[in-house]
């Protein structure tokens, strides 16, 4: 479970590049981090993160998608 507040945290922490996306080399550049967004968002791997929820198509993920996909996973306090 995580507060949008904790989300955004984490978004930022992710978001090495600081372009306001997660891409999939940046999830995987922070293993621990990325652990955390798939226990949140109920996925395996930041592949499967992205199949599911990727909704734009642009090989990474937004604030916005990621928020989505933790509340369908019910885990948004
Ligand atoms: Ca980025
Ligand atoms: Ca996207």
Redesign the pocket.
């Known amino acids: 479970m995580a507060t949008e507040q904790e989300l955004q945290s984490l978004f930022n922490k992710l978001d090495l590049d600081q372009d306001g ?1 997660v891409s999939i080399n940046e999830l995987f550049f922070s293993p621990g981090l990325s652990a955390v967004i798939s226990a949140e968002t109920g996925t395996s791997s930041p592949r499967e993160l992205l199949a599911q929820y ?9 604030f916005e ?1 990621l928020k989505q996909a933790v509340e369908k996973a019910s885990n948004l306090t």
């Open positions: 996306k990727d909704s734009d198509e642009d090989g990474s993920i937004t998608e």
